[in-house]
């Protein structure tokens, strides 16, 4: 099964940008598709964006307009990038595969982004 390494994240002010990475053991060509997910103190971990082995993309309200995730096959990553942080933004992110059953795969440590001025 490939594990995903998720990192990029840190310390940025309110309106700054920040791009995440998601990169793979191994070929993510025939994965189904690849979310960022992010858990904030207290809430519980929801969906940002995804996108398929098409290259279809989805995202949710927070993150439309905002955020873009992409995906470099030759590189066996995910990109997550993430424009005019708010300090609601502020989470651990996380990225994981999402079969056609749209089950997950296992979680890794996340990567921790902080928007405080």
């Known amino acids: 099964q490939v594990q995903l390494v998720e990192s990029g994240g840190g310390l940025v002010q309110p309106g700054g940008s920040l791009r995440l990475s998601c990169t793979a053991s191994g070929s993510i060509v025939n994965i189904y598709a690849v979310g960022w997910y992010r858990r904030a103190p207290g809430k519980l971990r929801e969906l940002v964006a995804a996108i398929n082995n098409e290259g279809t993309t989805n995202y949710n309200d927070s993150g439309k307009g905002r955020f873009t995730i992409s995906r470099d096959n030759t590189k066996n990553t995910v990109y997550l990038q993430m424009n005019s942080l708010e300090p609601e933004d502020t989470a651990v992110y996380y990225c994981?595969?999402?079969?056609?059953?749209?089950?997950?795969?296992?979680w890794g440590q996340g990567t921790q982004v902080t928007v405080s001025s």
């Open positions: 994981n595969t999402i079969s056609s059953d749209l089950k997950n795969g296992a």
